[in-house]
């Protein structure tokens, strides 16, 4: 069965900082990949979307950026968190099939 | 207007009733349709999927889908207090490689 997983559970950031996150899938082959940032209160913004090795396709550039090293693999990041970056992080994985996600169990990050 | 457009709530209603959940979308090609699950602090957990017109049942659950109206709902027969959660409405736009498209969820309340 396909498993995700997404680590750390928590992070507490000072502003300024460096950020990254990393998000792992397992028992499947060439899925889509997706990072979600849900604001406290708010919806599901999309953030990057990854259809393969390399290409990832940017929805909210800002200071935040993303890379998929491995197929199963993609990373968050930012060279300098700003308040505004604090939220709840989502990752995804979909079939291109079209079926609907799954996501892993978030990263709770707060910026101070 | 937005893509995908959901009543905040919260909705409450009785242990035992019948809670009935909307969501309307904007793109007339859109092709396939979901419902997440998130509770307080959680990621959201897929729970239904409908992809043609009429209704799909799972269990306590029923998905109905009206393409010419542009409208998807949820009905959760026999509410329990477990039910109590952010419901999220999400849309597929075209192909599998096409990002989901959420609404912000209507917080549902079931008192017991």
């Known amino acids: 069965s396909q498993t995700i997983h997404q680590w750390p559970a928590t992070l507490v950031q000072p502003v300024g900082s460096p950020l990254s996150l990393e998000c792992t899938v397992e028992?499947?082959?060439?899925?889509?990949l997706y990072w979600y940032r849900q604001a406290a209160g708010r919806g599901l913004q999309l953030l990057f979307y990854s259809v393969g090795i390399g290409q990832i396709s940017s929805e909210v550039p800002q200071n935040l950026s993303a890379s998929r090293p491995q197929d199963r693999q993609f990373i968050l990041s930012s060279k300098k968190l700003l308040l505004s970056d604090s939220g709840f992080y989502l990752c995804?994985?979909?079939?291109?099939?079209?079926?609907?996600?799954?996501f892993g169990s978030g990263t709770r990050l707060t910026v101070v | 207007q937005k893509e995908v457009e959901q009543n905040s709530g919260p909705l409450s209603v009785p242990e035992g009733a019948i809670a009935s959940l909307n969501c309307t979308y904007s793109d007339r090609g859109s092709q396939s349709f979901f419902w997440y699950r998130q509770y307080s602090g959680k990621s959201p957990e897929l729970i239904m999927s409908?992809?043609?017109?009429g209704d799909k049942e799972d269990g306590r659950f029923t998905a109905q889908l009206n393409k010419a109206s542009q409208y998807v709902s949820l009905l959760i027969r026999d509410s329990q207090p477990s039910d109590s959660a952010t419901y999220l409405c999400?849309?597929?736009?075209?192909?599998?490689?096409?990002?989901?498209?959420f609404g912000k969820g209507t917080r549902l309340s079931v008192i017991a």
């Open positions: 999400a849309v597929n736009r075209g192909s599998g490689n096409t990002p989901l498209v």
């Open positions: 995804a994985w979909g079939h291109r099939a079209g079926y609907g996600y799954t």
């Open positions: 409908i992809y043609s017109n």
């Open positions: 028992g499947t082959s060439n899925p889509n």
